[in-house]
Structure formats: C-alpha cells, structure tokens
C-alpha cells in the first residue's frame, strides 16, 4: 500500500507555475482612467503560456493608452525580468510575484509598476461603464 501511495505522488503533474508559490500568468494592471483630467495612466501586464514558455503583452498609458508591445519575460522562481521597447524607449524591468500580483524588486509605493493581479483595465472600464468609452 505505501509503494502505491508513493508511485501516485510520483506522478502528480507539476503546476504550470514551475512549482512556485503563485501562478506566472494572468492579468496584472496598474492602468486606471482618471475621469477628472480625461487621461489613462498606467500599466498592464498581460502573461500567457505557449508552448515556448511564458510569453507577454506589455500597454503603457500616459495620457493615452499606447499599442501593447510584446516582450519575452524571464521567470526564475518567484522573479520576473523582461526588456521592452516602447515609442522609441527601450527599458528593463526586473520584479518578483507576490500574492497580490508583481512588484518591483526596487520598491517605489508610486511607481505605476505595481501591477496587481486583477481582470483586465479594458474588462473593469466596460462592465463598469456599460461600455462607453471616453474619446481620446
């Protein structure tokens, strides 16, 4: 009977997040409409699992919301690094996941790149709203 018990946990499939404590992939979002001044500001993340591993689609928003650009995320445990190009400026972040979404590994409580798992901006603004959109 314990041979049996132990082949059985042998063959329990790992977690898609390698084992680590939270999942690598969803919606992490910063990005909120601030209606007063009509502007977008922030951040949204989006992680996703292909067959080559996890893969992203980074929107940044100052003022206007801007095309998302693709970026390749290097995920070792709970820390996640990435390099971005957007609008001509090239970055890097570097941030670990926490139960409440991703941080920066050099926390600022202002920075925008406090993504916290949640659906969607565009999901949140439509349900919310019923589906009118501010004109940009």
């Known amino acids: 009977m314990i041979n049996f018990v132990l082949l059985a946990v042998l063959f329990i499939p790992a977690p898609a997040d390698g084992g680590g404590g939270f999942p690598h992939t969803g919606t992490f979002s910063s990005l909120i409409y601030h209606e007063e001044g009509g502007d977008w500001l922030g951040i949204e993340l989006l992680l996703v699992e292909t067959g080559q591993g996890v893969e992203g689609a980074l929107q940044f928003a100052d003022g206007e919301p801007?095309?998302?650009?693709?970026?390749?995320?290097?995920?070792?445990?709970e820390r996640i690094s990435f390099e971005y190009a957007d609008q001509g400026q090239r970055g890097r972040f570097r941030g670990r996941f926490?139960?409440?979404?991703?941080?920066?590994?050099?926390?600022?409580?202002?920075?925008?790149?406090?993504?916290?798992?949640?659906?969607?901006?565009?999901?949140?603004?439509?349900n919310e709203t019923g589906g009118d959109w501010p004109s940009w």
């Open 66 to 77: 801007r095309p998302p650009v693709l970026v390749h995320p290097r995920i070792e445990g």
């Open 98 to 126: 926490t139960e409440s979404g991703i941080r920066p590994l050099e926390p600022d409580p202002q920075s925008w790149w406090n993504l916290r798992r949640r659906p969607s901006f565009w999901d949140r603004y439509r």
